[in-house]
């Protein structure tokens, strides 16, 4: 008999793109969706990326090497120099994306049954490609009260068994923003240290922080067999659609591992490694890296003043990457509220698109009263897409409330 494995069967689609058939939808019926749901910024990618792109002189069109090009490396190890992250071109592996980093992290360290410590919410594709490689998600639980900072160590430490592999984290985070402080990841790096695990730090938004700088885990010296960093220019350069990104460790049989699983992949895309080769080398590629987070940054206080004007919302100002993780204690099913805004809500023509909270946690039964709003979108959109989202709320509570009292 035919069928599909268990492990994908298990596997829910991302709550990011779940909903995207009904915004198709909506717009086939001529309404305007604006686009909260997805972490894919509106921002030109700098021209020095798209010149290389062009320029790039090829013949044939080869599999690069299967680790990178090596002037890919070495331009991404300067990168990080300039960041103080001393890395060397033993260390640094180009990936597809910042995806196929953490997918081969995990690969590389867990066995099937080994289980990975997560703060949560999380990116939920950490929990489709944990299942795909067997692993069990362990939620570190953390509270929108406390700005989704982490909790005292010692409880973090309760959830390690002899299973327990890898503490696997963005930061900052998407979806929360928080930002976590050197104290925090030191505190992870401890536990690492003293239990034998694998940290798996996943560093795309590192320069947009609006508060405070992001601690690389590549900073703590004394945790270099256990640190994997992995990183994508996805979110810095606006240059999603490049699928370059990377894992860097300086575990020798971590990189050989991962080495494999390069070679049966095969290689990343040329065009876009050597896109970014020009880009760090053009003089002005900390300014305009510097242009977009100042972009980021005036958004999220944009949209967090925004979301103030919504009765009964609750959420905390984070500190850096571009969502928002918003409670709204009024609704106790975020899907269908999301679904609703897009199929059965419009205001002048308008709605809008969220991404619903509860598969950004492996817990059951939490998220199911909030979403995750993304800040990818010029100011005066986001203001129009709260009033909007705000106006949606209205009606789906006032709707329901008449179906409950009939
Ligand atoms: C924390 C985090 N890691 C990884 C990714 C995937 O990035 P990439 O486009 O480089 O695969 C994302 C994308 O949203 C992300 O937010």
């Given at each position: ?353 969220v991404a619903p909270g509860a598969d950004f ?7 199911t009263n909030e979403v995750r709003v993304a ?32």
């Amino acid at each position: 008999m035919l069928s599909i494995s268990d492990r994908v069967k298990s596997l829910k689609g991302s709550p990011i793109r779940r909903l995207t058939p009904f915004a198709t939808a909506a717009k086939k019926r001529g309404i305007h969706v604006y686009h909260l749901n997805i972490g894919q910024p509106d921002i030109p990618t700098p021209a020095s990326f798209m010149e290389g792109v062009r320029n790039a002189k090829i013949d044939v069109l080869s599999y690069s090497p299967a680790m990178g090009i090596a002037e890919t490396i070495d331009a991404m190890v300067g990168y990080y120099a300039e960041l103080g992250i001393s890395l060397t071109r033993d260390d640094v592996i180009v990936t597809i994306g910042g995806s196929e980093a953490f997918c081969f992290a995990l690969q590389a360290t867990c066995n099937p049954g080994d289980e990975v410590l997560i703060p949560e919410p999380f990116y939920p594709n950490y929990m489709g490609h944990s299942i795909m490689n067997g692993n069990r998600v362990v939620p570190i639980r953390t509270r929108i009260e406390d700005g989704f900072h982490l909790p005292p160590m010692n409880e973090i430490e309760r959830l390690i068994t002899p299973k327990t592999k890898a503490i696997l984290f963005s930061n900052p985070s998407n979806p929360t923003g928080v930002g976590y402080t050197h104290a925090e990841i030191e505190g992870l790096v401890k536990l690492a240290l003293k239990h034998g695990l694998y940290v798996i730090s996943d560093e795309p938004y590192r320069e947009l922080m609006y508060e405070g700088e992001a601690t690389s885990i590549m900073s703590f010296p004394e945790a270099s067999q256990h640190a994997i960093l992995v990183d994508s220019i996805s979110k810095r350069l606006s240059a999603c659609g490049a699928r370059i990104g990377c894992l860097a460790t300086r575990n020798k049989d971590v990189h050989a591992a991962v080495n494999k699983l390069c070679q049966i992949r095969l290689s990343p895309p040329t065009f876009e490694q050597l896109g970014l080769v020009a880009f760090l080398k053009d003089k002005n590629h900390k300014r305009d890296i510097a242009g977009i987070v100042r972009k980021f940054h005036a958004r999220r206080d944009t949209l967090f003043d925004a979301l103030q004007t919504i009765p009964g919302v609750v959420c905390r100002k984070p500190e850096g990457a571009f969502y928002i993780f918003v409670q709204f204690p009024q609704i106790d099913d975020s899907e269908a509220f999301a679904k609703y805004l897009l199929t059965d809500f419009e205001t002048g023509g308008e709605t809008v698109m969220v991404a619903p909270g509860a598969d950004f946690y492996a817990t059951p039964g939490r998220g199911t009263n909030e979403v995750r709003v993304a800040y990818v979108l010029e100011e005066p959109k986001l203001v129009r897409a709260v009033e909007v989202l705000k106006a949606g709320l209205a009606t789906y509570v006032e709707e329901k409330a008449g179906v409950a009292a009939r």
